[in-house]
C-alpha cells in the first residue's frame, strides 16, 4: 500500500486562505511539518517518516484544529516536541506525546552511528565520546550539530567541522 496521497489544503474558503488563522503558530507548524515528512515525497527526512511507512491518522491529517485540540489536552507548550512512543508507529493520539527536545533525540534512528543507552557515540579519527561531549569540545549546540548529521547529510566530523554561518543578511552598501 502506497504512502503517497493528496495532501488538501485545511478548510479553505474564497481565495485558498485557512479558516483558523493559526498558520504561523508552532503548532501549526509541527502539524504541517509531520504531513510534509511523511507524505512530499521530495523531503529530505521522507525516506525516515513515510518512505518507512509512517502515517498521520485521518483524523489529525484532515483537520488541523482536531490536532490543536490533542495537543492542548495532553500537555503542549512551546518547549515541548512531539514524540511518537513507538518509533516505528505512527502519528496518531495513542502513539504520541509531549516531550524536552533533550528527550526527544534520544528516540531517533542512528544513521552511521551506534546508539548506547540512548546516548549517540560517535567515533571520529579512532576517539569515540558521545555527541554531547563532542558538541562540548567543538563549542556547538547539538541541535545545530544533529541537523547537519540528520537533516543535511553531514557526516559526524564535517557536522562538527563546518564552520557557523554568520547570522542576518547583512546591510546593503548605499
Not at 478548510?11 to 503558530?25: A, C, E, M, V
Not at 525516515?48 to 511507512?53: A, D, E, F, H, T
Not at 491529517?61 to 492542548?72: G, I, P, R, S
Request: overall charge positive; proline content about 3%.
Amino acid at each position: 500500500m502506497s504512502n503517497i496521497i493528496e495532501l488538501k489544503p485545511h478548510r479553505q474558503r474564497g481565495g485558498g486562505h485557512i479558516k483558523h488563522n493559526k498558520s504561523k503558530t508552532r503548532l501549526y507548524s509541527i502539524w504541517n511539518g509531520m504531513k510534509t515528512r511523511c507524505y512530499r515525497t521530495y523531503h529530505d527526512s521522507y525516506s525516515n517518516y513515510g518512505g518507512r511507512g509512517i502515517k498521520i491518522c485521518q483524523e489529525w491529517l484532515d483537520d488541523f484544529e482536531v490536532f490543536e485540540k490533542w495537543a492542548l489536552a495532553n500537555g503542549y507548550n512551546d518547549n515541548l516536541s512531539i514524540d511518537r512512543v513507538n518509533n516505528d508507529g505512527d502519528y496518531e493520539p495513542n502513539n504520541c506525546r509531549w516531550i524536552p527536545w533533550s528527550q526527544q533525540s534520544g528516540h531517533r534512528r542512528v544513521r552511521k552511528v551506534r546508539s548506547y543507552k540512548q546516548t549517540y557515540i560517535w567515533e571520529i579519527n579512532g576517539v569515540e565520546k558521545s555527541i554531547i561531549d563532542w558538541c562540548k569540545e567543538y563549542g556547538l549546540s547539538r541541535q545545530m550539530v544533529e541537523y547537519r548529521v540528520n537533516v543535511k547529510g553531514m557526516t559526524p566530523y564535517e557536522a562538527l567541522n563546518t564552520p557557523i554561518a554568520p547570522q542576518g543578511r547583512g546591510r546593503k552598501s548605499s
